[in-house]
């Protein structure tokens, strides 16, 4: 202890003495050593716990900093790999199996769904090749259908899907009205729907317009005289002349982005269809699938009973009660 201090008073001087030097190298050495021994140890144990790991990778250290639970086929390791996978999560656990029925939900809102997606895809892959101007939008369609590889397919595939989802949310609607899916609690998912349907419609009335040939022309022309009569908006409208409304100042008008169909109009109808409806359209969409979700998910059918379950007294406080 005296040397210590010593070896130590010298070393913090700053001479650097003999003492101090020895008690360093002492230190070093057993450090040393006990890594080497550690090493004789550890790496036997490792090299075994590698080879263990080939034989079965799931204990390996790397499967399980990935998988924290075992996959084998028991309600709570089924319910756990759901719940800890990113993806997976976002479904429950546990559902209703007679509410994910194709009879009863006939998978219209997920087909719905899935045409959105595949409408976002090939939409973007159309737009490598549109532009959105008077002078090129219908020559590219021309050049789409007759020279891009795969081009005719692309488009049809878009236009195709766009037909279909359109029918899809009107069947997936009137399942919901069928199944009385609309009532307390799921009134607000209702709504949002009801938007989603607006959404829908707009999308394709939209996209009409951009191929800019003869069909889609005058459908947007008639679909926006229509705005001349909205009410208060329009200038044919109720009360639309008597709040100011002109045919160069009305809804119809900034619909166009003039007042008569022409390259504004091209170009209005392709910015909101490209961005600005599928943003509004896809936050809507994450709102009703987590009400879906928060609503106590699908409503599902009632619960069948046979005539003499249903006679049977009924367990729980209301039965005491009866
Ligand atoms: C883009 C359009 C839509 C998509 C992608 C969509 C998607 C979905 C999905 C995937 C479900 C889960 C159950 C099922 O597949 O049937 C669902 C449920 C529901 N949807 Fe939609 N939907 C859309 C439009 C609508 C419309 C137009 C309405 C009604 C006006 C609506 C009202 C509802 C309601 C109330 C539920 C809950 C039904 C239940 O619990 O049984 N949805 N939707």
Redesign the pocket.
């Known amino acids: 202890m005296a040397d210590e201090n010593k070896n130590g008073g010298n070393s913090a001087s700053g001479n650097g003495g003999i003492g101090g030097k020895v008690g360093l190298l002492e230190k070093v050495t057993t450090t040393v050593k006990d890594d080497v021994q550690a090493l004789k140890t550890d790496i036997p144990t490792k090299a075994k716990e590698q080879i263990e790991g080939l034989k079965d990778p799931t204990k390996t250290q790397v499967y399980t900093s990935i998988f924290r639970h075992k996959h084998d086929d028991t309600p709570r390791n089924r319910a756990l790999g759901v719940l800890s996978n990113v993806f997976l999560h976002l479904h429950p656990a546990k559902i209703n199996r007679d509410?994910?029925r194709y009879s009863?939900?006939?998978?219209?809102?997920?087909?719905?769904?899935y045409l959105?997606i595949i409408l976002t895809y090939t939409g973007v892959l159309l737009m490598f090749y549109y532009h959105p101007s008077k002078v090129q939008a219908f020559r590219d369609v021309l050049y789409l259908e007759h020279d891009v590889p795969f081009g005719k397919i692309l488009r049809n595939m878009h236009r195709w899907a766009a037909h279909l989802?359109v029918i899809?949310?009107?069947l997936?609607?009137f399942?919901?009205?069928l199944?009385g899916?609309?009532k307390k609690p799921?009134e607000f998912?209702?709504?949002?729907?009801?938007?989603?349907?607006v959404?829908?419609l707009l999308l394709s009335f939209t996209g009409y317009l951009l191929p800019d040939d003869q069909l889609g022309f005058w459908a947007v022309t008639v679909g926006t005289n229509m705005a001349r009569a909205t009410p208060m908006l329009g200038h044919e409208g109720p009360f639309g002349p008597q709040l100011g409304m002109t045919p160069y100042n009305d809804v119809r008008f900034g619909l166009l982005g003039g007042s008569i169909v022409d390259a504004n109009a091209l170009l209005r109808s392709y910015i909101w269809h490209c961005i600005g409806i599928p943003i509004v359209?896809s936050v809507?969409?994450i709102v009703?699938?987590w009400?879906?979700r928060k609503?106590?998910?699908?409503?599902?059918p009632a619960p069948v009973m046979l005539t003499e379950e249903a006679d049977k007294p009924r367990r729980g406080p209301k039965a005491a009660g009866e």
Do not use: E, K, P
Not at 104 to 113: K, L, R
Not at 189 to 197: A, D, E, Y
């Open positions: 509410a994910v009863y939900t006939w998978g219209m809102g997920g087909i719905t769904f959105f989802m899809g949310v009107w997936h609607m399942r919901v009205f199944t899916s609309y799921r998912n209702w709504n949002i729907g009801v938007l989603l349907l959404f829908t359209a809507l969409m009703h699938f009400r879906v609503d106590g998910g699908i409503s599902g």
